[in-house]
């Protein structure tokens, strides 16, 4: 088969963030994006964000493949040793700090217009959330960054950033 014959790929469907507090990391996002978790278990907790979906995973529950009866989901997430220094409790809040160890994960999550990143960056001030950066695009978007409570690296960006979006 060859790749014009592939069905296209309409967007991504699950952003993924591996979190030492899967309760602490739903309590922080439902409080961000104003709604509830469609599910929190000890081991995932997940929102319905538009067309995509932000998967939190506990750190250490992910790495065995995961076997039900209509099938089986690949085990992923850090390896030793990684693992035990992220979820090492001897240090603080990460966002304070960038020394510890952090996978700093990246997403970005879309709104149609530039206007609409003032807003965003002046509820997650409201939020006393750690503004890490603004950026005016040249194409004319532009985006807010934050920071979670694991060190990851949010984004909230507008059409404008890339010229595809």
Known sequence: MSQSQLPPISHVLETCLYVRDVSESAKFYKSVFGR????????IAGFALGQTTLLLFQLGLTAEDFVFESGTI?????TEPLLSRLLDKSGDDFAA???KPSLKQ?????VSDPSHIDVWETHLRDLNVKILGLVQWERGGKSVYFADP???VGEVGSRGI???Y
């Open 162 to 164: 890339w010229a595809h």
């Open 97 to 99: 700090d960038t020394a």
């Open 150 to 152: 694991d060190g990851h």
């Open 36 to 43: 509830e978790p469609f599910q929190v278990t000890p081991r």
């Open 106 to 110: 990246h997403f970005c999550f879309a």
């Open 74 to 78: 690949p085990g992923h997430g850090p």
